[in-house]
């Protein structure tokens, strides 16, 4: 995975020193509407990307251990006039070869009035980001859209991946990926359908996918069902190569029930690799009323090829 130094799920090559800090139980790490967070490491600080909140189109976080964010102004403070503000979610933001940032978001297009994936630039990891092109680069009308953008490098290949949105529209949600330019600004090959909802716990859609390398296979964490409330999980897929077969863990591998509660409706999640000799998932889950999804961090140790939240005494290592 050399294609780039690094992306929001493979920021594996760069560790802390591990002076163990515990964090309380199930407590959030950033106490805001943080949702659908993206996590990278750029040159020993951590910066956090997520879903549109506190008069931010794409709001930004940075850490130097995980545990203690300062939230910074607006990644992307100017939407062209092709899209319809207001919902602009799910962002990924990836470190090319040549230091320069792209981030892929989720935002309203104009015509056909969708979620659709655009695609955004900038110098700094924390932005200003600016959107290029005059369009999406992911808008399928006839699959209701296109959301939940990630990366994943394969081969020195840069792919992206997200989900079309049909649960707008009684379709099927397929995770879908397809090659992207070496500037990351377009699709370069045919989307390929990798993955769909088939379990009854997943409901009526799986979202959200984050994939890594492992091993010599692929790992691929995705959230399922509805997000607003107990419902929402994470669940897990394995394949030797993008194109498949892949094979789903039974069950999810974080939810309210595996947690014992810990965390409500968790999802939206990212991998962030090798802090210090461990693994971290980070995620969203809802504050004790439900009204909004802030941001959590816990220890994950691999069962084979599975993560699985450290439960309940997680300690973050910095």
Known sequence: MTALVVTGCTAAAEQSAPTALAAEAGAPVLNVNFADPDVMKVDGTYFAYATNDNNRNVQVASSTDLLDWEVLPDALPELPSWIIPGKTWAPEVTRLTDNSFVMYFTATNFAPTLQCIGVATATEPAGPFTVQGDAM???????????????????????????????????????QAATLSPDGRSITGDPIRILRQTEDWEGALIEAPTIVARGSGLVMLYSANS???????????????????????????????????????????????????????????WDKDYTYRALHVAEADWDADIPRIVIPNQAIQR
């Not at 953008?149 to 949600?173: F, H, M, P």
């Not at 030797?240 to 409706?265: C, F, H, M, N, Q």
């Open 137 to 175: 680069i992911v808008c399928s009308e006839d699959q209701g859209g296109a959301i939940d953008a990630s990366t994943v490098v394969i081969d020195d290949v840069l792919y992206l991946v997200w989900k079309n949105d049909g649960n707008c529209c009684e379709l099927d949600t397929w995770i």
């Open 227 to 285: 997000y607003g409330g107990d419902q929402y999980a994470v669940g897990a897929a394995t394949a030797a190569s993008i194109d498949g077969p892949w094979t789903k863990e039974v069950g999810p591998i974080l939810s309210t029930d595996t947690s014992g509660g810990l965390y409500r409706g968790p999802g939206g999640q990212d991998l962030v690799m090798d802090v210090g000799g461990k693994d971290y998932i980070v995620f969203h889950a």
